[in-house]
């Protein structure tokens, strides 16, 4: 199965755990779509993420492992931090590492929403439409566990055959598993919508088209 019938997924996780806490289940699920993963940072901003001791980068090569999702490269750049770079150079950094000499419009962009109460997310969000002023690369909105109320999506995706696997796999990210959305009833609650659920959709993983070329 494809993701919308793309052949590339390019993601914008702004800090390990992002794109793996939000789509997870989507992506093992696509099995002929290929997802790169930009990891863009080892933690959170200095001086605001106390888990920055560690390179929880390492955590995110060990969750893909425990998913063999046979589908995902996972790319880190040549930066620890997000401020490590301002957005013109992360977006020049992501154009001539993911889109010179492409086919379009197979591409897609995954990207955390612009409305979201973690300031790291709407930062990377603000690269979405510069990446794809002059292409036609489908782009999404992935819903974090920071997203606001007002967000609303457009699309959700059944995960019922990958909840379980992923949710054991995020036990590699040892470094948050104090931190509250890393609980398991908060993580159970992240992936259930009673609207979907009465409709006998268990567990889900919601999106926001915000172009689409297919």
């Known amino acids: 199965m494809k993701f ?3 052949d590339n997924v390019i993601c914008l996780s702004p800090h390990p755990d992002d794109t793996e806490y939000s789509m997870a289940g989507t992506i093992t699920q696509s099995t002929e779509t290929r997802f790169h993963i930009l990891c863009m940072s080892r933690g959170g901003a200095p001086g605001f993420d106390k888990t920055n001791v ?9 969750f893909w492992d425990r998913m063999g999702s046979k589908n995902v490269i996972v790319d880190f750049p040549d930066c620890d931090f997000l401020t490590d770079k301002t957005e013109p150079e992360w977006i020049n950094y992501i154009e001539n590492r993911y889109f010179e000499n492409v086919n379009f419009p197979s ?10 109460s973690q300031f790291e997310h709407r930062f990377v969000s603000q690269f979405g439409h510069g990446l794809i002023r002059s292409k036609c ?4 909105e992935y819903q974090t566990v920071s997203t606001l109320s007002e967000w609303t999506p457009n699309l959700s995706v059944d995960i019922w055959d990958t909840y379980n696997q992923k949710m054991d796999a995020l036990d590699e990210f040892t470094s948050q598993k104090d931190k509250p959305i890393f609980q398991s009833d908060v993580l159970k609650s992240f992936h259930i ?14 999106f926001k088209i915000m172009e689409c070329f297919v």
Do not use: A, W
């Open 4 to 6: 919308l019938g793309l």
């Open 107 to 116: 591409y897609g962009l995954m990207i955390p929403p612009l409305q979201d």
């Open 54 to 62: 560690n390179d929880r980068r390492k955590e995110v090569v060990s």
């Open 193 to 206: 919508d009673y609207r979907l659920k009465r409709r006998n959709v268990k567990f889900s993983e919601k």
């Open 137 to 140: 690369i489908s782009l999404f």
